[in-house]
């Protein structure tokens, strides 16, 4: 029989375990003047994570109220003395994105005249992170959004695999980018038995880096998806064709650049077998499923029997839950940093991995002062 595989990772697990007694000194601590948790979101479905972090910290979420006055402005109230303390604020992202952050802003600068020590926010899914690059007569919001956390008083935040890494360095202040691969590689080892028969793949050339870091973990192959079904980011107009090209423009002798020839993908391609494998297409962002199907359509086609789908943040918008229920997938997997309830309750095929361990333990040792190195113990750049 094969050796059972021991990936690095469990042994985060199984260290994350509060010993006896830590959620009694942790209550305590925050009793005399620690740290307080609060949740900056106005829905019920929105707090379930926050619930989850304070209950395995010990500490009781902190009263605090927000609502949308009949006019649509955010109204937050704190309830109770924050003067002094670390303030950690909670905040998911549902789909109305927009009134997400303004919540946010308002409840840190509402601490922040209410003279807590430090407010960080934990935000597993940071918003506008797509929009980090420069688009033609756009903006990068990403680094927009930075400068207004900063503003309103945040000092820290905590978040959970950033769609471009370097979204880092848009903020004055630390971020801490957690990775929620260990807990997705965990469910591929428990959940999928026969998963020592899988290959993970990469839905676009783009993805590649990831799903490398995945199938060196599993010790499994690896196949990426590449052709003209695919619209990379790469390939949108950055801007740098302002003022637009003018036909009989006069150009200066001597200046003439070489003239580029127009990018042409090829034919869609599989590279790597993946017949009679199980497939999966690991990501950090799920939102519209349409380029899932088709890549689950193509692997389906190339004599896959299985295909999952893997990844951080579970956005699903639009009609996101129908078309995986009438697709090739058989299970999409994503992590608790965005509410999703009601697209599970439209299809089945969505499971759910709980994540609040990880932020609970980053909570805890920011406010203690210890090392978050350990959070990071054998993880890559590309995980």
Do not use: W
Request: proline letters at 5%; glycine letters at 6%; charged letters at 25%.
């Amino acid at each position: 029989m094969p050796r059972k595989l021991l990936l690095p990772y469990k042994s985060v697990f199984s260290h994350f375990r509060a010993p006896p007694g830590l959620h009694d000194s942790l209550a305590m601590n925050a009793a005399r003047s620690g740290y307080r948790v609060f949740s900056a979101n106005s829905t019920a479905a929105c707090t379930e994570l926050a619930k989850r972090i304070t209950e395995r910290l010990g500490a009781e979420l902190g009263k605090s109220v927000v609502y949308q006055e009949t006019n649509g402005e955010t109204r937050v109230e704190i309830k109770e003395s924050v003067r002094g303390q670390d303030i950690f604020i909670i905040q998911t992202i549902p789909r109305d994105v927009n009134t997400a952050v303004m919540e946010l802003l308002i409840m840190a600068y509402a601490l922040k005249t209410s003279c807590a020590r430090n407010i960080i926010g934990v935000i597993p899914y940071f918003p506008y992170s797509k929009q980090s690059k420069m688009r033609k007569r756009g903006s990068i919001v990403c680094k927009l959004l930075a400068s207004m956390l900063a503003k309103a008083g945040l000092t820290h935040i905590i978040t959970m695999d950033l769609h471009q890494k370097e979204i880092q360095g848009f903020f004055s202040f630390p971020v801490d980018n957690l990775r929620a691969s260990p807990f997705l590689l965990q469910y591929i080892q428990e959940e999928i038995p026969d998963y020592r028969n899988a290959v993970i793949v990469a839905k676009s050339p783009d993805a590649a880096k990831r799903a490398q870091s995945y199938a060196e973990r599993l010790r499994l192959g690896l196949a990426v998806i590449h052709g003209e079904a695919q619209c990379t980011e790469q390939d949108m107009d950055d801007g740098r064709h302002s003022p637009p090209m003018v036909k009989n423009a006069t150009v200066h002798p001597g200046l003439e650049l070489p003239l580029m020839m127009a990018k042409e993908k090829p034919p869609i391609t599989v590279v790597g077998d993946v017949g009679g494998r199980i497939a999966i297409i690991v990501d950090d962002i799920i939102d519209d499923m349409e380029s899932f199907v088709a890549a689950a359509e193509i692997l389906k086609e190339r004599g896959a029997y299985k295909i999952f789908v893997m990844a951080t943040h579970g956005l699903l918008s639009a009609d996101a839950p129908r078309l995986i229920e009438e697709s090739s997938i058989d299970e999409v997997v994503v992590t608790n940093t965005v509410p999703h309830e009601v697209q599970k309750l439209q299809c089945p095929k969505i499971k759910t991995v709980d994540i609040s361990l990880i932020l609970s333990e980053a909570i805890r040792r920011i406010h203690n002062g210890e090392s978050m190195a350990y959070l990071f113990r054998n993880i890559t750049v590309d995980d």
